[in-house]
């Protein structure tokens, strides 16, 4: 037990320590300076919120593309991740400039790198169709620091890409940012608590523009597509799957415009099949034709068939109808949902069905 002693000699009792007033003051400065350190410490901590330690707990224990359990936590950014991000951007004062040469940066636009890249390309005879240019030699235009030159060229490249797809022109091939095909992806995996373990199918899929991510996510094999537009696919194959490093994920791409899944095996059941702004292009014919198909190749009550934009191969038939042919293929409609980009002024459309008998 302490003493307080108003007097600034000090004197020990038998009994208890007896603090002076000096003491006391120095005391209470010390604490007063050890608080204000803490306290100062904890408001400057640049520890992560709690949004963000689920995000990241998400991340290191399933992570995108590994074996885990379902998706607890959402592969969507977190209004905290959005507001950090434009904090970045306010703190280092960052604003739009327009993209001319400058210092170590000389941009081109895509077709002029396109044509930078056919000035070098000469007639390669690499056995691979679509590959070179028709016998185009002409090395005094613009090729960049380090090119192989004359037969040189022909040698060091292993999977040699056509220059529209080097340059990405199939990015812009549905007149929207290219940016588009994540927020599709996390719409689908957090409606339907995707897990890496899941099958997904999608139908028209076209330069994995969304693919890309469900195949980087899913485990490997477990995405498949049926796909018509041979361009498409093209870029698919040589240029989107080897530069997002996703060759090994062997996704099962096959090639066809009449809704037939034979090629993907009689066994496969999905947990998810989705058509994003596809089944608008198709006759109404054929959308049945497929849907007749896929039903058996839907998981039972928890699987999901989510389509884009609208549902007219259906609403043309008239509601009641429309859910008299749903249900006689032993479809249920559940409902239509609205998801907004998180880039650009954009939402998608999206119609949510399920099966209703095992
Ligand atoms: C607007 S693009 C959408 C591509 C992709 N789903 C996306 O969201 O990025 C429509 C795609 O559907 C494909 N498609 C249209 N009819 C098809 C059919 N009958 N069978 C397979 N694919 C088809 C087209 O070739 C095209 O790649």
Redesign the pocket.
């Known amino acids: 037990m302490a003493l307080l002693s108003s007097s600034s000699s000090s004197s020990s009792s038998a009994k208890g320590i007896v603090v002076t007033v000096p003491v006391l003051v120095l005391l209470l400065s010390a604490s007063a300076i050890f608080i204000f350190f803490l306290l100062s410490s904890l408001s400057s901590c640049s520890c992560p919120s709690p949004s963000a330690i689920t995000t990241m707990n998400a991340a290191v224990a399933g992570g995108e593309g590994e074996a885990s359990g379902r998706v607890e936590e959402r592969l969507s950014p977190t209004i905290e991740d959005v507001e950090w991000v434009k904090d970045q951007i306010r703190i280092n004062g960052l604003h739009m400039q327009d993209n001319v040469l400058r210092k170590g940066i000389n941009p081109r636009t895509r077709a002029q790198q396109l044509e930078d890249l056919r000035k070098v390309v000469r007639n390669c005879g690499i056995n691979l169709p679509g590959v070179c240019g028709s016998g185009l030699v002409s090395f005094d235009g613009y090729k960049g620091i380090s090119h192989y030159e004359g037969d040189e060229a022909n040698n060091h490249t292993a999977l040699p890409c056509p220059g529209e797809l080097l340059v990405e022109q199939h990015h812009s091939?549905?007149g929207e940012p290219w940016a588009g095909?994540r927020d599709?992806f996390e719409f689908l995996a957090e409606s339907t608590h995707l897990t890496p373990d899941a099958r997904v199918l999608?139908?028209?899929?076209?330069?994995l523009?969304?693919?890309l991510h469900f195949i980087r996510y899913l485990k490997p094999g477990h995405f498949h597509c049926?796909?018509?537009?041979e361009l498409?696919l093209m870029a698919a194959f040589r240029y989107e799957l080897p530069s997002q490093g996703l060759l090994h994920k062997r996704p099962l791409i096959v090639k066809?415009?009449?809704?037939d899944f034979s090629r993907f095996g009689s066994g496969v059941v999905y947990d998810l099949i989705y058509?994003?702004?596809?089944f608008l292009?198709?006759p109404d014919k054929?959308v049945w034709a497929g849907l007749e198909r896929l039903v058996d190749k839907l998981k039972p009550y928890d699987g999901r068939i989510f389509v884009s934009h609208n549902i007219k191969f259906c609403s043309r038939l008239g509601g009641e109808e429309c859910t008299k042919r749903l249900t006689s293929l032993g479809l249920e409609y559940i409902g239509k949902h609205t998801h907004d980009s998180l880039l650009f002024n954009h939402y998608e459309i999206w119609f949510e069905f399920r099966r209703t008998k095992a």
């Open positions: 091939n549905y095909g599709v999608e139908i028209g899929c076209g330069t523009r969304v693919g049926l796909e018509r537009d498409s066809g415009e009449d809704m058509a994003s702004a596809v292009h198709m054929l």
